[in-house]
T-cell receptor, first 110, second 121 residues
């Protein structure tokens, strides 16, 4: 089970934002890798990958996005929110079947 | 670049079988994990399962008894069949690629645009 908080947040452009994702079990595998990912689904679009393995930005993702955490507690941070960052953010675990997403966090701009 | 396009009937009757196809262009389907993910209207994402080859599939236990995925390599297509559908299966269905590259797993690095399947009589 992946639990995201908050479920929604409203942020002024230029201000930071933070989303938490807590897993009911450790996402650290014996190989030393932690299988958590973050996605953004912009309005009317398919989701796209932002962060892989906790803290690695996927190709083309701006450096204002960062991921952190370990074990069961993880965070996605946006250092300075821009208007184009609006949408639904999801965390995903792939350490066990079934893969499961968090409920989603809706980011709006004030 | 690789692109995915889902297709299928937009309307399915209750108790019937939902059949969807994902057509891959710009690359081969070989060597990748092909996933189906769905999103009921206004709700979150649910992973349905993946297929790597005809002998390597993995389905969400909650749907396993009703799901079949298959590959058609010559056509570069992945198919999804979900039988005995109910209104609860109404959703946008996405296909998405996952891959291993240099010991790093990239789930869902490419997505299709999704197709809405409505279950209604």
């Amino acid at each position: 089970l992946m639990t995201q908080t908050p479920l929604s947040l409203s942020v002024t452009p230029g201000q930071p934002a933070s989303i938490s994702c807590k897993s009911s079990q450790s996402l650290l595998q014996s190989n030393g890798k932690t299988y958590i990912y973050w996605y953004l689904q912009k309005p009317g679009q398919s989701p796209h990958l932002l962060i892989y393995e906790v803290s690695n930005r996927f190709s083309g993702v701006p450096d204002r996005f960062s991921g952190s955490g370990s074990g069961t507690d993880f965070t996605l941070k946006i250092s300075r929110v821009e208007a184009e960052d609006v949408g639904l953010y999801y965390c995903l675990q792939t350490i066990q079947i079934p893969y499961t997403f968090g409920q989603g966090t809706k980011l709006e701009i004030k | 670049q690789v692109q995915l396009q889902e297709s299928g009937p937009g309307l399915v009757k209750p108790s019937e079988t939902l059949s969807l196809t994902c057509t891959v262009s710009g690359g081969s389907i070989s060597g990748y994990y092909w996933n189906w993910i769905r999103q009921p209207p206004g709700k979150g994402l649910e992973w349905i399962g993946y297929i790597f080859s005809s002998a390597d599939t993995n389905y969400n236990p909650s749907l396993k008894s009703r799901v079949t995925m298959s590959l058609d390599a010559p056509k570069n297509q992945i198919s999804l069949k979900l039988n005995s559908v109910t209104a609860a299966d109404t959703a946008v269905y996405y296909c998405a690629r996952a891959r291993w590259l240099q010991q790093i797993y990239y789930p869902f690095d490419i997505w299709g645009q999704g197709t809405l399947a409505t279950v209604s009589s």
